[in-house]
């Protein structure tokens, strides 16, 4: 198989606190990770990719400093929201690249629902 | 990677097949066209790909038409659990050691309906 998790799978927090949320390859490893945000009735939009022990690749418009991504393994990279304030509520996605024959595919985790107060 | 244009939304009854079309005119000759789903509020669940040739697994056939602009998913039994957004992404295959993104629009929404 190949499952992705993310921890937490929902949070609220106060304006202005930062959030870490957690994204995991249970059973392989993933030397890329992508993280994405969703707004209700929109599509997914990518923010960065996350390269195992390498620093992240952060799409236009998307602020490096205030969403930190670490990868420091081949199983999990951090999404952390710093200062967030609510405009940052959204649904967080991160995916895992898995070497399939001589592909790398991407498998999804179910999200994170951010809502900040 | 090229774009692909869905219509917003269908409808479809319960037992019955659900034929979801998806045009992508400009895609190139090393573009895979992928198909993905999105039950409300989970995350992504990949349904099948392929090239030019017809795809079928356990979940949907996927059918190309010879000149490749366009294509149509089928759920040949669609249930109320496969109510979600579909997603139709042309991308030049996920090579090894070439991560290229996926670049999503706003999909299909379908309706299953008892």
């Known amino acids: 198989g190949a499952v992705v998790s993310q921890h937490p799978s929902w949070v609220i927090c106060k304006s202005g606190t930062s959030v870490k949320i957690e994204c995991r390859s249970l059973?392989?490893?993933?030397?890329?990770m992508f993280w994405y945000r969703q707004f209700p009735k929109q599509s997914l939009m990518l923010m960065a990719t996350?390269?195992?022990?390498?620093?992240?690749?952060?799409e236009q418009g998307v602020e490096k400093d205030k969403f930190l991504i670490n990868h420091a393994s081949l199983t999990l990279s951090t999404l952390t929201v710093t200062s967030a304030h609510p405009e940052d509520s959204s649904f967080y996605i991160c995916?895992?690249?898995?070497?399939?024959?001589?592909?790398?595919?991407?498998?999804f985790g179910p999200g994170t629902r951010l809502t900040v107060l | 990677d090229a774009k692909t244009t869905q219509p917003p939304s269908m409808d479809c009854a319960e037992g019955r097949a659900a034929n979801l079309p998806c045009n992508h005119s400009?895609?190139?000759?090393?573009?895979?066209v992928y198909w993905y789903r999105q039950i409300h509020s989970q995350g992504p669940q990949y349904i099948i790909h392929?090239?030019?040739?017809?795809e079928t697994n356990e979940m949907a056939s996927l059918i190309i038409t010879e000149d490749r602009k366009s294509s149509t998913l089928i759920l040949p039994h669609a249930t109320l659990r496969d109510t979600a957004v579909y997603y139709c992404?042309?991308?030049?295959?996920?090579?090894?050691?070439?991560?290229?993104?996926?670049?999503w629009g706003l999909g299909t929404s379908l309706a299953v309906n008892p």
């Open positions: 995916s895992a690249s898995k070497r399939t024959g001589i592909y790398n595919e991407q498998f």
């Open positions: 059973d392989f490893q993933a030397t890329t």
């Open positions: 996350s390269n195992e022990g390498s620093k992240a690749t952060y």
């Open positions: 400009t895609i190139s000759g090393n573009e895979y």
């Open positions: 392929g090239l030019k040739n017809n």
């Open positions: 992404i042309v991308h030049r295959g996920v090579n090894a050691g070439n991560n290229r993104k996926l670049i």
